[in-house]
């Protein structure tokens, strides 16, 4: 009998999602820097076309944080009969949403791409430090998801970390009606916050410096805005970790010599059985 993981995979790698519009306006403004001349969705396939063959690799690496890569080549070999390929270098790619459902653990998302989202959630967990824990190596140690919808348009999406109880961080965006969208980044460690809670995002260093002023509501997010975020945040979240964790060793280092011999902290203490001995 198969199991229902390997059912599902069936019935995913059966149902290409079809490409749109938006997912061409998604890689145009990705590779707004290359030569690319036009992203033409047809099928389940999204072909860009270039001009410059030495950006092949930068185009490829780019994009496929957001998608698959399926295929590429030189006018000479370009596909037949689709309108607006031809004539250049091209690249194929698919949706990611064909992925091993094992790999990327059914994250429950109706905003973006569940392969777009398995990659953040890595990105997230390599600069927090945190593995995937599996049935062999359980941990206490988690990175979740979370996202919000709200009927107003208001909503957002934050990843949320924990290395114990009293060590945990988040990052995330929060969509507010009047347009003045903040994102987040922090880690605290025993009840002292490292980070801030409301950065504004035109404060960031990004080439587009208000690079959220197109999001209205959680409906025109997309996955390169996702990517940017984490992106853009992730020096703050690394700095934050980092002293969020000094704070967790120099914590560690005080109980420790309260704890250990020598004469010192617990050992030294007045009016305990066996003090002075």
Known sequence: ????????????????RKMSKKDAKILSRLLIRMSVESVIPHKDVLFVNYTNYRDRKKIIKAVSKLYSYDDDGRMTNAPRGIHGVGGTNWIAFKSRHNESVNEAKQLDTKIFDRGAL????????????????????PSDKKVEYDEFRFANGTGGFSFRWEHGVK???????????????????SSMYNGKRF????????TLP??????????RTWKD????????IITVLSKDVIKNEAAANKAFEQDRKAQSDFYSGGGKGYFKQKGRIGYGL
């Not at 980070?195 to 035109?202: L, R, Y």
């Open 118 to 137: 398995q990659d953040s959630m890595k990105q997230v967990r390599e600069m927090v430090g945190i593995e995937e824990a599996d049935e062999k190596w």
């Open 167 to 185: 060590h945990f961080g988040s990052l995330g965006l929060s969509l507010r009606q009047d347009g003045n969208h903040m994102l987040y980044a």
């Open 195 to 202: 980070g801030n809670e409301k950065i504004d995002p035109k």
């Open 1 to 16: 009998m198969k199991k229902l993981k390997d059912i599902l995979n069936e019935v995913l790698s059966e149902a290409p």
């Open 206 to 215: 990004t080439p587009n410096k208000d690079f959220l002023r197109h999001i």
């Open 221 to 228: 997010l997309d996955n390169l805005t996702m990517q940017t």
